[in-house]
């Protein structure tokens, strides 16, 4: 049964945000996309300012829908507003800025917020709060309080509260964009183990090109339409047409590159500084 597939599909998206006043053109900003996100990928979403990328996330759990086209998530359209609390509970929202997500003065309270408001069994929430704060490595930290917390610690308390919801799909909207490289480092290590270890579908929306590098697959979002999706080792080759798009590529991906502009023989796909080394050490010792 389609009900059962547990994906969430896109079918000719358009979404237009309508004008500030009567008469007042609206400003369209996804334009017809297709795709869709199986349960247990690591899926990146990359796209400059403007291009549309979280406006798409915010679809997936129905914070917006359509204009015309359809979003379906394990089977049921994100339109029906009497399946709003369904959707939600398949795909669950982490933001930008923890702060605003974390609404309690201990830890362990803030995760089993929802649960609590959802009438979950007292036992069950404290079955669920702990298993979720061993999950992302802030057990410990379970009777602190959030404001004592790190940038990184916090958002790790976000994505618990997220995870305790038992969701199938986990979608982060530029989760590591306020966090220093520590806190990034963190996050994106919580997240790659909840997806490999734990099986959780991550979607990750990002212009961070090293965290779009560990995804399985990687979208790149431009001017409301997908203009590539593929692995990341398909996506990062495409140096010239990622640089036309105001997007940057691995460091490693541009140091190849600009190598190779110069003649030397080097695969087009590296993105590790492994394969980077491995591939000039097999170049010198031929």
């Known amino acids: 049964m389609e009900a059962e597939k547990k994906e969430i599909r896109v079918n000719d998206l358009v979404f237009e945000y309508p004008g500030d006043g009567e008469g007042i053109p609206g400003v369209l900003v996804l334009k017809g996309m297709d795709l869709t996100i199986p349960k247990g990928e690591f899926v990146a979403i990359l796209g400059h300012n403007g291009s549309g990328k979280s406006t798409l996330a915010k679809h997936f759990n129905a914070i917006l829908t359509p204009t015309s086209g359809e979003v379906t998530v394990c089977g049921i359209n994100t339109k029906d507003e009497g399946r709003l609390f369904d959707i939600r509970q398949q795909v669950g929202m982490v933001f930008q800025n923890p702060d605003n997500q974390i609404v309690a003065t201990i830890v362990e309270e803030d995760v089993a917020f929802a649960l609590e408001n959802l009438g979950v069994e007292p036992a069950e929430i404290r079955r669920r709060v702990d298993e979720a704060l061993k999950e992302v490595d802030m057990y410990d930290y379970r009777e602190h309080a959030p404001h004592q917390l790190s940038g990184g610690q916090k958002q790790r308390v976000a994505i618990a509260g997220i995870l305790a919801m038992r969701p ?25 183990r909840l997806n490999k270890d734990f099986g959780a579908t991550v979607v990750l929306i990002t212009h961070y090109m090293d965290e779009a590098v560990q995804a399985d697959r990687v979208l790149v979002v431009d001017k409301g339409e997908v203009l590539l999706d593929n692995i990341p080792k398909a996506v990062f080759s495409q140096v010239e047409l990622l640089k036309s798009v105001g997007l940057d590529v691995p460091q490693v991906t541009e140091l190849v590159y600009e190598l190779r502009a110069e003649g030397v023989p080097l695969p087009e796909d590296i993105l590790t500084e492994d394969e980077c080394f491995q591939a000039l050490r097999d170049l010198l010792t031929q």
């Open 168 to 192: 199938d799909f986990i979608v982060l909207d530029e989760p590591t964009a306020m966090l220093d490289p520590k806190g990034r480092q963190e996050v994106l290590k919580t997240i790659r």
